[in-house]
């Protein structure tokens, strides 16, 4: 009974794919994210959507599109991919934007 | 723009000793949340601690503890007793709306303990 799950834990393809990274959350929360942790360790937002109200940080490149289905779900998507994107993938959940956020283990993709 | 500065990459203390954390942030709200998160060796993110900047109270739990300097915008995290599973990357983060509307992290602190 995961909060928060992810697949696929792991994700390796080449460069120019496209891809999908699927989010889920049992707890009813209202607000869902996706946060991109790179090769350094850095942790940085990117989607943050809320009641089919989504606020995209402005430096994710337009490639990257998050879809909703219902308020439990959040998956990415991944258009024609490059080496750069390869990173940690962490989705999360919380009640309010203000309260603690729960994570999912995160997918790790690799580029070849 | 808010930012959140963790100024030591990496510390190594013996086990059972306290160790602190150093955070410090900046931001120009005036109502906003901080949050210790710590990443293992096994990815996930575990919520450590929460303090929401109008409560004056540190936050503890358990061996966990905070020091929240409010006008220095410190927030410091305090380990007492330390144990081999603290062994992780520990993260700072600060929520204060705005923006991408997510938290924003520090570069984060390793912290090794030594048997």
């Known amino acids: 009974d995961t909060a928060v799950s992810q697949t696929p834990k792991y994700l390796v393809t080449q460069m120019g794919n496209d891809k999908s990274i699927k989010c889920e959350q049992n707890l009813g929360h209202d607000t869902m994210y996706w946060y991109k942790q790179d090769s350094k360790k850095f942790l940085k937002i990117m989607f943050s959507?809320?009641?089919?109200?989504?606020?995209i940080n402005e430096t994710v490149p337009n490639r990257f599109s998050p879809k909703s289905p219902d308020k439990a779900h959040l998956n990415l998507h991944i258009n024609s991919l490059e080496l750069g994107d390869s990173a940690v993938y962490f989705c999360a959940s919380a009640g309010a934007s203000n309260q603690p956020q729960h994570f999912g283990d995160g997918t790790r993709l690799s580029i070849l | 723009a808010q930012t959140v500065t963790q100024s030591q990459p990496e510390m190594s203390v013996q086990e059972a000793e306290t160790v602190t954390l150093s955070c410090t942030y900046d931001t120009s709200e005036s109502n906003y949340y901080l949050f210790w998160y710590k990443q293992p060796p096994s990815r996930q993110m575990i919520l450590v601690i929460r303090q929401e900047a109008y409560k004056q109270q540190n936050a503890t739990e358990n061996r966990f503890s905070v020091n929240f300097q409010k006008a220095a915008k410190s927030f410091s995290l305090k380990i007492s007793d330390s144990q081999l599973g603290d062994t992780a990357m520990y993260f700072c983060a600060l929520y204060s709306g705005g923006g991408a509307d997510g938290l924003t992290f520090g570069k984060g602190t390793h912290l090794i303990i030594q048997p």
């Open positions: 959507y809320n009641n089919k109200e989504l606020i």
